[in-house]
């Protein structure tokens, strides 16, 4: 089943934009961990945030985490039409579970 | 191998018919996991492996479906007597055991229509 949700489920911006997407998931974590997919595609892994951490930083990636609200946060900066994507968050449970729980994910169109 | 890799990439199946999804994850990876994504949504985990063992069996949505793992490598994910209800994307991850943030590497996937 599926972790929690993210908002919005699409988002259309255009280039030099920043693209804000949200997560929220319903259990404690270890790290939560951001995804892009390309249409037909595999995921590919883009940032990871442990529980102890609040924000960090990755090129034009920021990713916040509030555990308080179990909600976190991935601002992509600048955005580039090779941004297309969706993208999604995926918890890593604090029991050690192996499996990621992953998101409904966030369809980001950037328009050139 | 550089990635995960899986086959086949489309595989178009009539209904009650069985079919296995193989995946080859990246040499070393001690951990092997299924994943479903149906259209437009997230991914519903299925099954993980440590080795050859199946110590996470728990997403798996009924006894049609199956998976091994062979020789710590390769995978075979099994589905007997297929319902149009499985048609969807089926992605294959590794990780390194000794990743203790479990990031995990994607294939492209296998996409299954059930006719």
């Known amino acids: 089943s599926q972790q929690g949700e993210e908002d919005p489920q699409a988002l259309s911006i255009q280039e030099g934009e920043n693209a804000t997407m949200n997560c929220s998931y319903k259990t404690s974590i270890n790290n939560l961990q951001w995804y892009r997919q390309n249409s037909g595609r595999g995921l590919v892994h883009l940032i990871l945030i442990r529980s102890n951490e609040r924000e960090k930083h990755s090129g034009r990636l920021r990713v916040t985490l509030d555990t308080s609200k179990k909600s976190s946060s991935l601002l992509i900066t600048a955005s580039r039409a090779a941004d297309t994507a969706s993208y999604f968050c995926a918890t890593a449970s604090h029991t050690g579970r192996r499996a990621l729980t992953f998101g409904s994910g966030t369809r980001l169109q950037v328009q050139p | 191998g550089a990635g995960v890799s899986q086959s086949p990439s489309n595989k178009v199946t009539e209904k009650g018919k069985d079919v296995e999804l193989r995946c080859d994850p990246i040499s070393g990876h001690t951990a092997l996991y299924w994943y479903r994504q149906s259209l437009g949504q997230g991914l519903e985990f299925l099954i993980y492996f440590q080795g050859n063992s199946a110590p996470d069996k728990s997403g798996l949505p009924s006894d049609r479906f199956s998976a091994e793992r062979t020789g710590g490598s390769v995978s075979t994910l099994t589905i007997q007597r297929t319902q149009q209800e499985d048609s969807a994307v089926y992605l294959c991850?590794?990780?390194?055991?000794?990743?203790?943030?479990?990031?995990?590497?994607f294939g492209a996937g296998t996409r299954l229509s059930v006719l």
């Open positions: 991850a590794s990780s390194s055991d000794t990743s203790p943030q479990n990031i995990q590497y």
